[in-house]
Structure formats: structure tokens, C-alpha cells
């Protein structure tokens, strides 16, 4: 077991309820999007995040960001507790912690210049000579594949890629430890996209980076990650090592996610699939018991009456599933990654 001051990340039992407006005499109702979860990220690691959308995943990222207040549970970050700390004494912190958002024509100013979007941040945290502002802004830039040329230019003057790379320099400058990255190639085109993950990559082993890498996408999120937790309706349903999480899922949530991927070349073969009924519940209104169990195959009696906690089957493989241990789903992502990892060559490492 790891002793928890080396992780640079740890959260433990987070829960984010939204209040929904109704009468007022009426019971106070909520949307659960995250609702206890709990692990560790280690320096230099990478963790996806993986889940459909409404898992969950993105409060997740915004709370640790400390962008939105955590109903509960605890934030540590360099083994401080941030969860309720002011946003005066954070400041010293924030300066550690990075982000890239989906979409870098919203998260980047139209009206700012790529010089005056990368100062920005040095300014407010305290670096006021010009000479050392401008050496760090061109060392950035070069780091992300750009270049002086691109100083005084707007957001609109740019491709999709290149906006990301500078939303990426910004999110870099003040050399943090944790980078969240929320989507960060959803919105790019495939050959974009890869050099764009490569770039990510890059950077990482460059500068030791830990990034938590919130995506849907299987492939990308798999090329990314050293761990990965796949959400639920609020919820981790399994974490495990990406390798293991690939070729020996346990929860069928994961299985029926995970062999939900589209084929690089559709109908080349004919793959078994675990196929879901159904639409998820709502989050206002969640099934007692294993929140999957109205979609899943295997449940059973005891399946809708108890949730199951998310237990360690195996060495660092943790899964909540009553029954993770007497069924085998993982047949049905072996055979269908092994001939994703085969035919979407662009994204080797
Ligand atoms: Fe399915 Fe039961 Fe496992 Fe939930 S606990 S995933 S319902 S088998």
C-alpha cells in the first residue's frame, strides 16, 4: 500500500448534489451527480475518467478544481485539504493546478491576444518584469509547437488545434504539478486529435506532469491513461490499471461501455457485444440497491435491495458489483480492443 504522502492527489468520499427548484412546501428534491466517490493519483500519473454522459465526471473535475463547492466529502491536493479552503489562501495553490476544457474558441478569449491570454496568468500570480514575463511565454510556446510569429494574433486566427495548444500553454505557464483535462480533443478533428494527445504526452514526461483526463471517448482515454475509473450515475463502478481494466473488466457496466466502441473500419468483423436495455435511471430519482440493476443482465434479488461498495478484487483492481467475482464479462472487450488496438494504428504510442 502506498503511503498517502505520495500521493499528489486524494479525494475521498466527494458528493455534489443539485438542488432542484420545486414548491415550496413540497420535499426538497436533488440531482446526485456525484454521490461518494473516493481514490488517490500518484505524481507523473495520468487517471481517465471514463462514463456516458450525466456519469458525473465533469462536477467531479470542477470540484477538484475547486470551480464548484463539494456538497461533502474531503479534497486533498499535495496532502493539504482544500475542500473548504478560502479562496485567498487557495491562490498560493491554484497556481499548481491546470486546466483544458473541450472547447478552446469558448475558453479562450476572442478579444485577447495569444501574448496577452498567456500573461494573464503570470500577472495575477506576481511575476511583473517584462523580460521574464516574455521569456516564459516563448519557452511555452515553443514547448506546445508554436512560435514568436504567433504572439500578437487572436483566437479566430487560428485552426481548432492550434487554439488547443494554446489553451494548453495557458493552462502550463505557471508550471503546475495536476492538469484536468476535460475533453480536451472531443471537438477536433481524428488527425488533429492525435497529435494533440502526442503534444499531451509530451509535456507530461517533459515536465512531470499528473493529469486527471475526463473523457468518453474509449480509445483516446485508453491510449492516455495508466488507471482508469469508469462512473456511473455519480458513482466509480471500477478502477483498475488500464491494461487489466481492458483485458479483464469485471463490472458489466464497464463490459457493456467498453464493447459499446465503434469499429476504425464499421463491419469488418463480427464481434460479441454486451448490449444494455434501456435508458439510465433518473438522477433525481435513483433505484435503490445497484444503481444498474434495472439495465443489467445479471441482477438479482439481492442486487436491487444492497449497493455494492467498491471493494479490491483483485491487486489494485477495485470493483462494486455483487457478483463481480462468480460472472466473466471481460470476453466481451478483449476481442473487440484487440482489433480497435490493431486497426487504430494513429494513436500508438
Ligand atoms: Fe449487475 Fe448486480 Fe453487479 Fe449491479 S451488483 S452490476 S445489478 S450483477
Redesign the pocket.
Known amino acids: 500500500m502506498q503511503k498517502t504522502e505520495n500521493f499528489l492527489l486524494r479525494v475521498q468520499e466527494l458528493k455534489k448534489y443539485f438542488p432542484v427548484k420545486r414548491g415550496f412546501f413540497k420535499k426538497p428534491l436533488y440531482i446526485k451527480a456525484v454521490d461518494g466517490v473516493s481514490f488517490n493519483v500518484s505524481k507523473g500519473e495520468t487517471l481517465g475518467i471514463v462514463g456516458e454522459s450525466g456519469s458525473g465526471k465533469t462536477t467531479l473535475g470542477l470540484m477538484i478544481l475547486k470551480l464548484i463547492k463539494p456538497t461533502a466529502g474531503k479534497i486533498f491536493f499535495k496532502n493539504i485539504d482544500i475542500t473548504d479552503m478560502s479562496e485567498r489562501k487557495f491562490r498560493k495553490l491554484r497556481r499548481h493546478m491546470g486546466v483544458v476544457f473541450q472547447d478552446p474558441s469558448a475558453s479562450l478569449n476572442p478579444r485577447m491576444t495569444v501574448k496577452e491570454a498567456l500573461k494573464r496568468p503570470l500577472i495575477i500570480h506576481g511575476i511583473k518584469e517584462e523580460k521574464e514575463i516574455n521569456r516564459r511565454i516563448i519557452d511555452i510556446l515553443k514547448k506546445v509547437g508554436l512560435g514568436e510569429e504567433h504572439l500578437d494574433r487572436y483566437p479566430h486566427e487560428f485552426s481548432g488545434g492550434q487554439q488547443q495548444r494554446i489553451a494548453i500553454a495557458r493552462a502550463i505557464i505557471l508550471n503546475p504539478e495536476l492538469i484536468v483535462l476535460d475533453e480536451p480533443t472531443s471537438s477536433l478533428d481524428v488527425s488533429v486529435q492525435a497529435q494533440i494527445l502526442n503534444l499531451l504526452l509530451k509535456l507530461q514526461r517533459e515536465l512531470n506532469l499528473t493529469y486527471l483526463f475526463i473523457s468518453h471517448d474509449l480509445t483516446v482515454v485508453r491510449h492516455m491513461s495508466d488507471r482508469i475509473a469508469v462512473m456511473y450515475l455519480g458513482k466509480i ?1 471500477e478502477i483498475a490499471d488500464t491494461d487489466e481494466l481492458f483485458g479483464n473488466a469485471m ?3 464497464t463490459a457493456a461501455l467498453l464493447s459499446a466502441a465503434p469499429l476504425p473500419t464499421p463491419g469488418a468483423r463480427k464481434i460479441k457485444r454486451l448490449m444494455v436495455t434501456g435508458e439510465p435511471p433518473s438522477p433525481i430519482n435513483l433505484p435503490e ?5 434495472p439495465r ?5 434479488e ?2 436491487k435491495l444492497q449497493e ?1 461498495p467498491l471493494l479490491e478484487v483483485k491487486r489494485s483492481h477495485f470493483v ?5 467475482e462468480e ?1 466473466d464479462v471481460s470476453n466481451y472487450v478483449r476481442e473487440l480492443w484487440t482489433t480497435i488496438t490493431e486497426e487504430a494504428s494513429y494513436l500508438r504510442k
Do not use: D, E, L, N
Request: hydrophobic share 25%.
Open positions: 463502478v463490472h458489466p457496466y440497491g445497484c444503481r444498474f440493476h443489467c443482465m445479471y441482477s438479482t439481492k442486487c455494492p462494486a458489483c455483487h457478483r463481480a460472472i
